[in-house]
């Protein structure tokens, strides 16, 4: 088991960011397959598309987590995120409301191996539903307030496996005060709510969508997601959701609306973070193969501008290797 001191997630909220890279405002997404099979399945589909030249390290399947604790051993990382992919999907996810759901299962064992690790849950239903929408039902006829109640649930469960911190991904506005209610009840915990508040309609989502949405299609997600470019209303988001409670309201993709993180900060609206999209990471190798550089040099770049737009916290399926580059550093940058 491993021992720290560290300091928790909300601990390190509450600190001004520097401007500066530090492993503790990096979250690594990473997907848990309920099986062995469901994972290999995904891959190979994965393969055929774009994200299949996207180096995704975050796979792992429920039973075999191993991998995940050995890349975490050198990194220097702290917070995940973690995408329940499962076997099967139904019009009424029943797995979101098992306590003993693999995904569950896997927030307690990494618990209990890293107990210093700050491990979240995406709060949606994409994964899990035939349609890959973010709500229950169907477009036109999408039942919203069913999809408050699982989540809600699922919330609860998450929260008794162990859970630090909870994501709200969907675009559902009316989740937030209940989701704030229901930590309440949890007063010996510090739970965080992480909300993607500013999440743009985009094709930049693809390569995670063909990860984590094999053999489901792409949804349609105009319906609740943020108009291409209209920043003004990303920024009502971002405010809304702040003075409703949420601990960070992300902005998502993040370097195609740098600005408007920039924005937020210079209107001191509260805690912003960043989301790198797996488009935008796909977009580092594209880049850099034109430019005949290292990948790396060019997601060291990005990740530098959103270090200093002041992002509270930056998610990324790339996080764990600018981890280990930070960590690799002679003198660790402090927050």
Known sequence: MLQTTQPSLLDILSRVPSGRPDTARLVWPVFVYESEEALIRHSKEASHSDAGSLNVSGRVSASRLAPIFEKLTLSGLEHLVLYGVPNERMEHPQLLLDRESFLLRSVGEIKSRVPHLSVGLDLCVCQYVPSGHCRIGSDGSFLEQRTIEILLEHAALGIESGADFLMPSGMISDLLVPLKNLIRQYSHRQIAVLSQSAKFVSPLYGPFQQLAHAGSGIADKRAYQLPEGDSVVALQRIKSELDQGVDVAFVKPALSYLSLLTTAASQHLGKVGAFLTSGESLLFNQVAQKRRVSPAL?????FLKLFGSKAALIVS????????????EPRRLSV
């Open 298 to 302: 060019v997601r060291d770049e990005a």
């Open 317 to 328: 399926h790339q996080a764990l290797e600018y981890a280990e580059t930070i960590s690799a």
